[in-house]
């Protein structure tokens, strides 16, 4: 019961967080990634051309440092930052309709003799990646109001708290707080909040790192 009232809070934290970025992400939807004058790394170029693909638009939050982000045979991400000095980080894939399909493929065997629709395919990919994060145990999932999923422009959107096995492809980092937003027929938005405790300092930078990205109107 306790861990039950504990997740209930976060996820009351949560919606707040997706309401208030949603807001900031609206205000700001004509900026431009490279809107403050630096730069744009390789990673970042890349980054930006398959957000453009799948009709997102990327905004680049302030105070965060970009690393690299982990590709293996388990785990393939795209974009990865860090808030300094907070042990708190964000991972972010995005993929146009197509390139879900490929991605979802090789995340989970035989998904060509599935027969569900590809606009669903975003609940398999949260699923899978829980799974893997959490070594199995159990996570905590909420479905995200049709309101909030107004704000991002998209159509369906799932967050799944978890507790993480202890891995070096995490960093050992103890809690994450993984994202899926999709629309329908365009694309899909993957974010990873990892840090290593669950309160009110983690879900803060999780409001510093949410207005990062959007589906284009």
């Given at each position: 019961?306790?861990?039950?009232?504990?997740?209930?809070?976060?996820?009351?934290?949560?919606?707040?967080?997706?309401?208030?970025?949603?807001?900031?992400?609206?205000?700001?939807?004509?900026?431009?990634?490279?809107?403050?004058?630096?730069?744009?790394?390789?990673?970042?170029?890349n980054f930006v051309k398959?957000?453009?693909?799948?009709?997102?638009?990327?905004?680049?939050?302030?105070?965060?440092?970009?690393?690299?982000?982990?590709?293996n045979d388990t785990l393939?991400?795209?974009?990865?930052?860090?808030?300094?000095?907070?042990?708190?980080?964000?991972?972010?894939?995005?993929?146009?309709?197509?390139?879900?399909?490929?991605?979802?493929?090789?995340?989970?065997?035989?998904?060509?003799?599935?027969?569900?629709?590809?606009?669903?395919?975003?609940?398999?990919?949260?699923?899978?990646?829980?799974?893997?994060?959490?070594?199995?145990?159990?996570?905590?999932?909420?479905?995200?109001?049709?309101?909030?999923?107004?704000?991002?422009?998209?159509t369906e959107g799932k967050?799944?708290?978890?507790?993480?096995?202890?891995?070096?492809?995490?960093?050992?980092?103890?809690?994450?707080?993984?994202?899926?937003?999709?629309?329908?027929?365009?694309?899909?938005?993957?974010?990873?909040?990892?840090?290593?405790?669950?309160?009110?300092?983690?879900?803060?930078?999780?409001?510093?790192?949410?207005?990062?990205?959007?589906?284009?109107?």
């Amino acid at each position: 019961m306790q861990s039950i009232a504990i997740f209930s809070r976060c996820f009351k934290h949560l919606i707040l967080i997706l309401m208030l970025s949603g807001t900031t992400a609206s205000a700001m939807a004509q900026q431009v990634s490279h809107a403050t004058g630096k730069p744009q790394s390789k990673q970042l170029k890349n980054f930006v051309k398959l957000a453009n693909e799948a009709n997102v638009t990327y905004i680049a939050p302030d105070g965060f440092k970009e690393i690299k982000p982990v590709k293996n045979d388990t785990l393939s991400f795209d974009y990865a930052l860090e808030l300094p000095g907070e042990e708190f980080e964000v991972w972010f894939n995005v993929r146009s309709q197509r390139r879900a399909l490929a991605g979802f493929a090789n995340m989970v065997s035989d998904t060509t003799k599935t027969d569900d629709n590809p606009d669903s395919l975003y609940n398999k990919t949260g699923v899978t990646l829980a799974e893997e994060l959490s070594g199995g145990q159990n996570y905590f999932t909420t479905i995200i109001p049709p309101d909030y999923l107004a704000r991002y422009n998209a159509t369906e959107g799932k967050t799944y708290l978890l507790d993480l096995a202890d891995a070096n492809e995490t960093k050992h980092y103890k809690y994450a707080l993984l994202i899926t937003l999709h629309k329908d027929h365009v694309g899909t938005i993957v974010a990873i909040c990892f840090g290593n405790e669950k309160g009110s300092g983690f879900f803060k930078n999780i409001f510093k790192a949410a207005k990062s990205l959007r589906f284009k109107s």
